[in-house]
C-alpha cells in the first residue's frame, strides 16, 4: 500500500485524508485540510451577525484524497457551515480581482 502524500498547505491534525484501500467505497478517503483562518472584522453580512468568539467567518482549503482529483477548492464559511461558498483555487484568484475591483470603485466613490 502506498503512502498518502498529503499538499504543503495540508495541516494534519484538520486532514480526514487516508489512502485509498482495495475494497474503496465512496467518500472513504476524506480530504486534505488547512488550518481554518479566522477573517477578522466582518461583523454582520446580511442579517447575519459574525463574532469572533461565537460565529467566526472562517476560509481554509480543501482537497478530495485520491482516487479524486478535485485540485484545492477554497472554503469560506462559519463553524456551522464552514464551506458555505466554495470556489476551485483556479478560478479564486479571478474573483478575488473583482472583488478588489468593486472595493476599490467603492472607495473612489
Same mark, same amino acid.
Given at each position: 500500500m502506498s503512502e498518502l502524500e498529503? *499538499?504543503?498547505? /495540508? @495541516?494534519? #491534525? !484538520? /486532514?480526514?485524508? #487516508?489512502?485509498?484501500?482495495?475494497?474503496?467505497?465512496?467518500? &472513504?478517503t476524506g480530504y486534505h485540510r488547512?488550518?481554518?483562518?479566522? =477573517?477578522?472584522?466582518? *461583523?454582520? +453580512?446580511?442579517?447575519? $451577525?459574525? @463574532?469572533? &468568539?461565537?460565529?467566526?467567518?472562517? +476560509?481554509?482549503? #480543501? &482537497? %478530495? %484524497?485520491? *482516487?479524486?482529483?478535485?485540485? *484545492? $477548492? =477554497?472554503? =469560506?464559511? #462559519?463553524?456551522? @457551515?464552514?464551506?458555505? +461558498?466554495?470556489?476551485? $483555487?483556479? !478560478?479564486?484568484?479571478?474573483?478575488?480581482?473583482?472583488?478588489? @475591483?468593486? $472595493?476599490?470603485?467603492? &472607495?473612489?466613490?
Amino acid at each position: 500500500m502506498s503512502e498518502l502524500e498529503h *499538499p504543503g498547505w /495540508c @495541516d494534519i #491534525t !484538520h /486532514c480526514t485524508a #487516508t489512502v485509498q484501500k482495495p475494497e474503496y467505497r465512496v467518500g &472513504e478517503t476524506g480530504y486534505h485540510r488547512s488550518v481554518p483562518v479566522t =477573517l477578522a472584522r466582518m *461583523p454582520i +453580512v446580511g442579517f447575519t $451577525v459574525f @463574532d469572533a &468568539e461565537l460565529n467566526p467567518v472562517t +476560509v481554509h482549503l #480543501t &482537497e %478530495a %484524497a485520491p *482516487p479524486w482529483d478535485t485540485g *484545492p $477548492v =477554497l472554503n =469560506l464559511g #462559519t463553524a456551522d @457551515d464552514p464551506a458555505a +461558498v466554495s470556489l476551485p $483555487v483556479a !478560478h479564486a484568484r479571478a474573483v478575488l480581482d473583482q472583488l478588489a @475591483d468593486l $472595493v476599490a470603485a467603492a &472607495e473612489k466613490g
